[in-house]
T-cell receptor, first 114, second 111 residues
Framework: EAGVAQSPRYKIIEKRQSVAFWCNPISGHATLYWYQQILGQGPKLLIQFQNNGVVDDSQLPKDRFSAERLKGVDSTLKIQPAKLEDSAVYLC????????????FGPGTRLTVT | GENVEQHPSTLSVQEGDSAVIKCTYSDSASNYFPWYKQELGKRPQLIIDIRSNVGEKKDQRIAVTLNKTAKHFSLHITETQPEDSAVYFCAATNTGNQFYFGTGTSLTVIP
């Protein structure tokens, strides 16, 4: 079974620039998550999709972050404009079902904002 | 929303000793409690999980206990080995499958 794919793996940008991350979940997984993991901290949920609908985006800084999952499969997360404090690893995860199911993480994208 | 607290933040044990990491949660509706191991620069990997209808679960050297009344759950690693050194995260989720993570415990097993 193929895992969760993410790209790019690393990205370095200057503050005020834009950046986009891509995630392809495990085939058939209806639920997709984007997390932000700052060095030394636990993953923080940014947004959760169930198919192509948003379940929870309460911690997404909507003035600069946006995410979509148009066809209920792949997802993109965008930051525009980036700030220094956005430097983190952005993890995508997916799970088969809603309601307490195991989630599988992708390798993450390490973003450095200079 | 849910609030998950995790202790200790760092833990050092001698090889062969046991390690215990504890988490508390606030939302009584949470019903699934996974534990993840994250090695440096790698993705979190699920090592064990427990559901709210079970009090304890074991998998070889790893066990998890859950006290629903007190809203806390713990990870127990016995006979620790150097390869157990990593950051461990607990998480709690409810029927909406919204995961909330603890702040992590950096475990070092000293040979």
């Amino acid at each position: 079974e193929a895992g969760v794919a993410q790209s790019p793996r690393y990205k370095i940008i200057e503050k005020r620039q834009s950046v986009a991350f891509w995630c392809n979940p495990i085939s058939g997984h209806a639920t997709l998550y984007w997390y932000q993991q700052i060095l030394g901290q636990g993953p923080k949920l940014l947004i959760q999709f169930q198919n192509n609908g948003v379940v929870d985006d309460s911690q997404l800084p909507k003035d600069r972050f946006s995410a979509e999952r148009l066809k209920g499969v792949d997802s993109t997360l965008k930051i525009q404009p980036a700030k220094l404090e956005d430097s983190a690893v952005y993890l995508c995860a997916s799970s088969l079902l809603a309601g307490g199911g195991e989630q599988y993480f992708g390798p993450g994208t390490r973003l450095t904002v200079t | 929303g849910e609030n998950v607290e995790q202790h200790p933040s760092t833990l050092s044990v001698q090889e062969g000793d046991s390690a215990v990491i504890k988490c508390t949660y606030s939302d009584s509706a949470s019903n699934y409690f996974p534990w993840y191991k994250q090695e440096l620069g790698k993705r979190p990997q699920l090592i064990i999980d427990i559901r709210s209808n079970v009090g304890e679960k074991k998998d070889q050297r790893i066990a998890v206990t859950l006290n629903k009344t007190a809203k806390h759950f713990s990870l127990h690693i016995t006979e620790t080995q150097p390869e157990d050194s990593a950051v461990y995260f607990c998480a709690a989720t409810n029927t909406g499958n919204q995961f909330y993570f603890g702040t992590g415990t950096s475990l070092t097993v000293i040979p």
